[in-house]
């Protein structure tokens, strides 16, 4: 055998080894992401809201839109979805800006439920779930878990909390813990993605839909944590607005 054969060979033989280390490395990080998941659930959810292009000052939007899916961690199935457009009572004309920007008409708004009655559906519709698949918020007791997600810790800790409080709404306690996924994304793989489509090319992957559609932009998200999960990220709790930081949040 010539030294070009054996050449040829060695090459073969390493581009073999190396595509089975690939194999075998995204066996073990699959794997090893399902036993250390501290979750078997998660509720992902991206608010819309009123919106300009000028004012009024942060912290003083409306949630004209209220989506979130119920994703198995487990199989990266979709098992639920929950949709409402909601209608703002301290502007409520939505701004062209807003309009071009979401999708969302003013009859769709016009035609939508207070915010507080949709906190009272979407409480009853987590609560079908956590019958339904025997899921618990709270991480202290045995069995199956579920906390939020979120694109930014903008829905929850700004948008939802603010609105609340001005409007006197009693906040669900659940709302009070959530995983933000774009912190989580820029630690897991060490870069700062360009928004939620940025971060999806990064990974091959397209955006399906309407960017700034809530209800895409949910959908979009749990294909994301699906993905982030399969590469071995382990979910867990970025941010808290709870008092007593060590009792985690309990259905």
């Known amino acids: 055998m010539d030294f070009s054969t054996v050449q040829s060979s060695l090459i073969s033989h390493k581009i073999e080894l190396g595509l089975v280390q690939k194999r075998q490395v995204k066996r ?19 608010f819309e809201s009123t919106c300009w292009d000028t004012w009024p000052p942060a912290g ?6 209220f989506p979130a899916v119920l994703l198995d961690l487990s199989s990266g199935n ?10 703002p009572t301290e502007q409520s004309i939505l701004s062209s800006f807003c309009k071009n920007l979401t999708g969302i008409t003013q009859e769709q708004v016009d035609a939508g439920i207070p915010l507080g009655a949709c906190l009272c559906l979407f409480s009853s519709w987590i609560q079908k779930l956590c019958e339904q698949y025997q899921m618990s918020f709270n991480i202290s007791v045995p069995g199956k878990h579920v906390t939020f997600a979120t694109w930014s810790d903008w829905d929850l800790q700004i948008c939802l909390h ?5 409007k006197q709404l009693k906040k669900p306690e659940f709302f009070n813990y959530w995983i933000d996924i774009r912190y989580m994304y820029k ?18 992957i397209s955006f399906v839909g ?39 949040h309990a259905h």
């Open 28 to 46: 073990m990080s699959q794997s090893t992401s399902k036993v250390n998941q501290k979750f078997e659930y998660l509720i992902v959810l991206d």
């Open 162 to 166: 603010r609105e609340c409080l001005r």
């Open 187 to 204: 630690k897991f793989y060490h870069r700062s993605p360009k928004g939620l489509a940025g971060a999806l090319q990064d990974l091959g």
């Open 60 to 65: 003083q939007n409306e949630i004209i839109e």
């Open 78 to 87: 979709t098992l639920s979805e929950f949709h409402e457009y909601v209608k």
């Open 210 to 248: 309407q960017e700034h559609s809530g209800i895409c932009d949910t959908r979009n998200t749990a294909v994301l944590i699906s993905r982030m999960i399969s590469d071995g990220c382990v979910m867990t709790i970025t941010k808290s607005l709870a008092v007593n930081t060590n009792k985690v």
